[in-house]
């Protein structure tokens, strides 16, 4: 604890203080009005996801990213746990999606070279700012 003086008295803090969090906000499912941090509290977000993947989402996109897309992407988030496009800007952030160079949808692969480890925010650049998303930035 470190301590300063106002007004002659000392007052006592702690020596790391945190930051305030964001409030919680009710969860988004209709009927639930659990507080959460996120969109759905923790029992409606596989719900709204499977909803979401089912009702939302194209077919052809739910057959590329499958069950052999989620162990590709652990095994690759695991080698590469930092962001590559960060890295190159000389920052260290944690890599939370991988972003395919050439998309399935043009012909790519899932192959490790046509693979890029991103933060979420590189992620999002580089799929919506660029129409030509075959190049690596």
């Not at 969109?39 to 499958?66: I, M, S, V």
């Not at 190159?88 to 972003?99: Q, Y």
């Not at 925010?121 to 190049?135: A, K, L, M, Q, V």
Request: charged fraction near 25%; glycine fraction near 8%; charge should be positive.
């Amino acid at each position: 604890m470190r301590g300063f003086r106002t007004s002659g008295s000392l007052c006592w803090f702690p020596k790391e203080q945190q930051m305030p969090y964001k409030p919680k906000r009710s969860c988004s499912y209709p009927g639930c009005g659990r507080l959460t941090d996120g969109r759905y509290c923790d029992e409606h977000r596989q719900t709204a996801e499977r909803q979401y993947n089912r009702y939302l989402r194209d077919p052809d996109t739910n057959k590329r990213y499958g069950i052999a897309w989620r162990r590709i992407r652990r095994i690759y988030i695991q080698a590469h746990p930092l962001c590559e496009q960060c890295m190159s800007e000389g920052r260290l952030t944690p890599a939370e999606e991988v972003h395919h160079i050439l998309p399935l949808a043009s012909g790519g692969t899932n192959d490790e070279g046509n693979l890029m480890a991103l933060c979420k925010s590189c992620h999002s650049r580089i799929t919506i700012g660029t129409s030509n998303r075959s190049t690596r930035l």
